[in-house]
């Protein structure tokens, strides 16, 4: 491995005066803005944008930023500013894309269980490619468009069995998995297809699964999809991309993990037996990096056995990754004490027991009203939040440039009581 993920840009770094993310103090944010928050780092987005699109520059590609992983409205428009597509997961993603600018040709809808109503937004939005999870999904959509009088761009999710090597819960290309169909049913359906009213067999579509680490399940994965398209190709289907989908992983225990330049060398070989162009999808590898959780720090205390704990203002409601699948992320102070390191249980406020951010993490002493940042938090965070426990969504911030500002607003108890009666 050449790259090393110390290569990659670090938008929150320790100054003296304490922690910034590009240049700003994130003590001065918070003293506006207050806890707990997400802080993001515009610069750590496009670099992260860049890295992928630079390294496929030599194979024809067109990155559909893969919006659950974060749709604010200025994280969206930021992407599509850079010129990247996106990669909806539900109705509403298709609508937020929309409002953040993507031209509704610029969109991939994905899903595993796409509803009628949902259909018919998307055809009749003409979407760009809606991504089918099975062979009746197919022809739901061929019902949907032949209603609207429409033909939909539609490719089919296959599923090779290939093991990710990640998270159990954030794998998704193994035949125990509930997504797409099984690889060797994919031809069938494409003939069974073929010619359809309604349908256009644009693509082929894969998606092995998140924070994928190694190059050889997407290599695989890669070969896999070449290998249906050429088939697919032969028997007369008009394919016009690929779909690799997403799943490139981070460093977030600052570990070596494949880079965008190794993951482009691995599967443009594949490709290129093909030639046909590749759709990506990345999320996380976009995002992750940019983000930070800051929290305060409401109580600490230590049991007999010496264990300490830190209980934050923030919790499973504002960070879930933790208690869902037990995913590590780096936790630093904003300001570090001159105290020698301790170990600390780092927990959130939640009466669940799963409600904890970290195990026993070397943090220098630890007060109540410290500031604490929760590191590589902008993926599958903010996104992710519930009201539980009638907490209030925390405000997001963008800091771009040396300047920032407040790109959702805390939520407050008016807001959510607006629903009920
Ligand atoms: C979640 C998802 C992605 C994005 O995955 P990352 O691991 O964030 O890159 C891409 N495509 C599909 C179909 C997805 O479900």
Redesign the pocket.
Known sequence: MITCETLVYQPFQQAESGLHCDGVSVQSIVEKVGTPVYLYSARAIREGYSAIDDAFAAYPHAIHY?L??NSTLAIARLLKALGSRA?A?SGGEVAVAMRAGFATGEIVF??VGKTREELEFAVAQGVGTI?AESAGELDRIGEVARALGREARVAL?VNPDIDARSHPN?S?GLKTNKFGVALQDARAIYAAHLGTKGLRLAGV?I?I????TTAEPLRRAADALVSLALELRDAGVPLEHVDL?????IAYEGQQVLSAAEYAAAVIPELQRAGIPVVL?????IVARSGALVSRVVDTKRYPDGRQFAVLDAGMTELMRPALYGSFHRIVPVVTRSSPEAAWDIVGPICESSDVFGRDRAMPGVEVDDLIAILDTG??GAVMASNYNRRMLAPEVLIDGGAWRVIRRRQTLDDVLALES
Not at 209 to 212: F, H, P, T, W
Not at 245 to 249: A, D, E, R, V
Not at 281 to 285: F, S, V
């Open positions: 893969a659950k992983a990669d997961n994905t899903g991504n999710r954030i998704t579509h998606h699964g998140s924070q994928i989908g997403g799943g490139l992983g999808e990345p999320g996380r590898a993926a599958y």
